[in-house]
Structure formats: structure tokens, C-alpha cells
């Protein structure tokens, strides 16, 4: 069964700090596909980013990175200089393509606050 | 133009009614999707729906049943409302099913049962 676990259900942080939200899964498949969304205050979901299982290559879009590692089937993800706009409810998740109805597994998400 | 939008975005109703949550995506994607929120933020799929193949997560009760009229729409219909279905329902949709496609996601309809 696949699970996603996101150990940091809060975390604080003052403006301009670099700041890395942990994300750990569980699956028994080798295809796979790991998501980050973002659900800022007013509430809708975002997407962010994908990564098959096939492809470790870290990635950096702006402020935003994240490192892909199948050794300890972590996918974390880093905000650079962190911002306040940049408070929100932070999701990762994971799909298998076996599953069947392609369901989304959501870790519990980390809220992360950001002060000025 | 909205890609997944939901109505309504706010539902109050009391226990033991029989509502509906709309949703219609534009994207022209085949794959759609009903997901729970609950007060702590855990969210959970409910439903997939994919060329007229609905695949229901078990642990749904049967008060839930989707219903789409076609590839662009995927509705909610709750009966018999309890206290416990007070959430944030969230509908998406994706390309196709077979997990490689990011969901994107309406903005969530809140219900609140009384």
C-alpha cells in the first residue's frame, strides 16, 4: 500500500530563511509519481511540481528546489529567502499508475508560517 | 477562465438532508476526481471517474454517489447528511488516469452540517 508520510505538521520561520519541508513515502511499485501542491490561506490547491521515478535529477524553479532520492524515498522540498506570501499549507503526494482510478496519496501536509 | 470550478463554494445545511456539490472542468480532461478535506487538513480521494468507469475508495459510504452527466462534469450527491461529512470537498480533474498527469484542482466547496 503507498503512504506518505510529512513528519513536520508546522513549521516557523522569519523572512529571508531557507527553509526544507521533508517528505518520506512508501510504495511497492517502481513507476511511480511524486507531486508537492501548495494551499495558501485562501484555500485552493496548487500544483507545483512532478517527478516520475525514473528521473533523480534535482530541480530549482526560482526560490523553489527539490531533491529526489530513492535510496531513502525522500522528495523534499526547499524554499530559498522565504517570503510571506510564501505561507501556506505545503502537500506532497504520490500516485501509483497500477492503482487503480490513478488516486492521489496525500502526506498530511506541514504548514509553513513565514514571518516579516 | 476557470479550469475546475465548483458550486457552491460555501453549503450549510442540517442533518439528514440530501445535498449536491457541482463540478465542471474546461480543460477537456477524460479524468476527474472527488477529494475530502477534513478539519485537519488530511485530504483523501473519494472517487475517480474515467470514461465512464468509476472507481470508488472503500472506504466512502454509499450516502455518497458521483454522478457525470458527461466528460466535463462530475457532481456529488450526498444523502442523509451527518454531523462527520462536515469537510472541504474538492473536485479535479487530470489529462488521463494512470498517475503520470498532475491534478489540478477546483477551489473547494465547504459544507457544513448542523
Known amino acids: 500500500a503507498q503512504k506518505v508520510t510529512q513528519a513536520q505538521t508546522e513549521i516557523s520561520v522569519v523572512e529571508k530563511e531557507d527553509v526544507t519541508l521533508d517528505c518520506v513515502y512508501e510504495t511497492r511499485d517502481t513507476t511511480y509519481y511524486l507531486f508537492w501542491y501548495k494551499q495558501p490561506p485562501s484555500g485552493e490547491l496548487v500544483f507545483l511540481i512532478r517527478r516520475n521515478s525514473f528521473d533523480e535529477q534535482n530541480e530549482i524553479s526560482g526560490r523553489y528546489s527539490w531533491n529526489f532520492q530513492k535510496s531513502t524515498s525522500s522528495f523534499n522540498f526547499t524554499i530559498t529567502a522565504s517570503q510571506v506570501v510564501d505561507s501556506a499549507v505545503y502537500f506532497c503526494a504520490l500516485s501509483e499508475p497500477n492503482n487503480a482510478g490513478n488516486m492521489l496519496t496525500f502526506g498530511g501536509g506541514t504548514r509553513l508560517m513565514v514571518k516579516p | 477562465d476557470t479550469a475546475v470550478s465548483q458550486t457552491p463554494k460555501y453549503l450549510v445545511t442540517q442533518m439528514g438532508n440530501d445535498k449536491s456539490i457541482k463540478c465542471e472542468q474546461n480543460l477537456g480532461h477524460d479524468t476527474m476526481y472527488w477529494y475530502k478535506q477534513d478539519s485537519k487538513k488530511f485530504l483523501k480521494i473519494m472517487f475517480s471517474y474515467n470514461n465512464k468507469e468509476l472507481i470508488i475508495n472503500e472506504t466512502v459510504p454509499n450516502r455518497f454517489s458521483p454522478k457525470s452527466p458527461d466528460k466535463a462534469h462530475l457532481n456529488l450527491h450526498i444523502n442523509s447528511l451527518e454531523l462527520g461529512d462536515s469537510a472541504v470537498y474538492f473536485c479535479?480533474?487530470?489529462?488521463?488516469?494512470?498517475?503520470?498527469?498532475?491534478?489540478?484542482f477546483g477551489p473547494g466547496t465547504r459544507l457544513t452540517v448542523t
Open positions: 479535479a480533474s487530470s489529462p488521463t488516469s494512470g498517475g503520470a498527469y498532475e491534478q489540478y
